[in-house]
């Protein structure tokens, strides 16, 4: 299977556009442990076809609550993430742009324990910025 460029699913869309970055931008303002599981679906369809060193930068911003269900379910994604894919992916980019946004974040690290690289940024440019000068370092 080869890679496209766009992936969909309720929860979020994936952009490929500037690989070996992917953009993850998130769709809802109040997501569901269904959107979770959905997310980690695509997310394994597509990281499956992945045999290079990627970054990846994840744009919350529409996300306004994440029940605690969603954010376990979340955190326990990122736990496979890390033991399926900690080979490829090199660093997450985290666009968090408020505070509830910034907590309930928190609380997927807590929940996954995770040992990825990651930083946090107010706004999708600066992650943008922030991951474009790190790349060549990062893959």
Known sequence: MRLKKHYHCNFCDFDLDEFPIIKITTNV????????????????????????????????TSVKWMGAEARIALGEGVKDSEKHYSHIIKKAYMVIPNLVANILFKGVVLVSNTKFKYSVHKTLQDAHTTAKEELSVLV
Request: hydrophobic share 40%; net charge negative; aromatic share 16%.
């Open 29 to 60: 303002h109040e997501p569901t442990v269904e959107d979770i599981y959905g997310y980690q679906i695509l997310k394994k369809e597509i990281f499956n076809q992945i045999d290079q060193e990627v970054v990846f930068i994840f744009d919350t």
